[in-house]
């Protein structure tokens, strides 16, 4: 990952998460997507589908290149969430899972991508806080988004 664009919201409690509750995070700085990425993540998780590791057969198609795994561009949501809130101020925070997930748009090879995050829910639990964060990925150059998740994550406070 590249340098964040601005220093990251540092809450130490539940109540400082409500407070960020509705506002937007971010953007984060931009992420080049390169073949070499691509193939490693193909490599890494078996998923060697042409469209993603086969440049002159992509390239032949109505693709005209090489896409990401909508899976590894969701992948990249725990690093660039660093970069826009740091985690410090609880005992752990873990990542509980996922509600929603698009993949609305391709992202070709050789584009650069960037997140916006929004807090859109703070639910109490015992010790700590659920955590339902929006993230939008977007690909520089195109309105539309090349992923949307919900990202559902526990924080909990410090005894």
């Not at 700590?128 to 924080?155: H, L, N, W």
Request: glycine fraction near 10%; charge should be negative; charged fraction near 25%.
């Amino acid at each position: 990952m590249s340098t964040p664009t601005s220093s990251p919201h540092r809450p130490t409690s539940v109540a400082d998460l409500r407070e960020l509750q509705g506002t937007e995070l971010g953007p984060t700085a931009w992420f080049d997507l390169t073949q070499e990425r691509v193939d490693a993540f193909a490599e890494l998780t078996g998923d060697r589908q042409w469209i993603h590791t086969d440049p002159e057969r992509a390239a032949a198609s109505e693709l005209g290149g090489t896409i990401g795994h909508g899976l590894f561009t969701l992948s990249l949501g725990p690093a660039f969430m660093e970069e826009l809130m740091a985690f410090d101020g609880f005992e752990k925070s873990l990542n509980y899972g996922y509600g929603k997930v698009r993949f609305p748009s391709p992202l070709p090879v050789g584009s650069r991508i960037r997140m916006r995050a929004t807090i859109t829910a703070v639910d109490e639990v015992p010790g700590g806080a659920q955590v339902t964060t929006t993230q939008a990925f977007e690909r520089e150059g195109q309105d539309k988004p090349v992923c949307v998740a919900e990202s559902i994550g526990r924080f909990v406070e410090h005894a």
